[in-house]
């Protein structure tokens, strides 16, 4: 079984740029989360889909992020314009049923270097 | 904001012993689970405990938890050097979230 896909592995910006995160979740599953995970610290939900829905934004920061999940497969991640703190490892990860809490499958990520 | 914390922060061991990282929460969960992170590679899931779970054993792993005082532990028995590694516990809660909220992470280091 094939895992969750991310590219780019590395991209590093100016900070005022965009970027743009692409991830391809394990076949089946309906649950696509989006992470930020910066240096030292735990994994932070940005965004959760169900399929092509949005179940939780909460935690993004929607002046500059934005993600999309269209089809219900594939999903993409943007920022527009870059900060210096958003210097970060951004994760994908997918699981089969969102509302069983069940075991979430991580992405190797993308390391964002803002400069 | 974080829900988990773990402790300690980083742990250094010799390649045999045992390593325990605890992890203390806040609200009320439907399970916990511990995942490891290598350096430069993504997290990988290790073990998952539900709320009327006490103790749960995978491999060389043991996992308690204690729902009254709202914390867990994880056990490694005899490390090797493959087990350093981040480890981070996640608790997933009760109420409409639905999303797992991780903790800090303990950073593990197991000398050969």
């Known amino acids: 079984e094939a895992g969750v896909a991310q590219s780019p592995r590395y991209k590093i910006i100016e900070k005022r740029q965009s970027v743009a995160f692409w991830c391809n979740p394990i076949?089946?599953?309906?649950?696509l989360y989006w992470y930020q995970q910066i240096l030292g610290q735990g994994p932070k939900l940005l965004i959760q889909?169900?399929?092509?829905?949005?179940?939780?934004d909460s935690q993004l920061p929607k002046d500059r992020f934005s993600a999309e999940r269209l089809k219900g497969v594939d999903s993409t991640l943007k920022i527009q314009p870059a900060k210096l703190e958003d210097s970060a490892v951004y994760l994908c990860?997918?699981?089969?049923?969102?509302?069983?809490?069940?075991?979430?499958?991580f992405g190797p990520g993308t390391r964002l270097t803002v400069l | 904001s974080q829900q988990g914390e773990e402790d300690p922060q980083a742990l250094s061991i010799q390649e045999g012993e045992n390593a325990t990282m605890n992890c203390s929460y806040k609200?009320?969960?439907?399970?916990l689970q511990w995942y490891r992170q290598n350096s430069g590679r993504g997290l990988v899931h290790l073990i998952l405990?539900?709320?009327?779970?006490r103790e749960k054993h995978s491999g060389r792993l043991r996992v308690t938890l204690d729902t009254s005082k709202k914390s867990s532990s994880l056990l490694i028995t005899a490390s090797r050097a493959a087990d350093t590694a981040s480890y981070f516990c996640?608790?997933?809660?009760?109420?409409?979230?639905?999303?797992?909220?991780f903790g800090s992470g303990t950073r593990l280091l197991v000398r050969p």
């Open positions: 405990i539900r709320s009327n779970e």
């Open positions: 996640a608790t997933y809660r009760m109420d409409s979230s639905y999303k797992l909220i």
């Open positions: 990860a997918s699981s089969s049923r969102l509302t069983q809490g069940n075991e979430q499958f």
């Open positions: 076949s089946g599953h309906a649950t």
């Open positions: 609200t009320s969960i439907n399970n």
């Open positions: 889909f169900q399929n092509n829905g949005v179940v939780d």
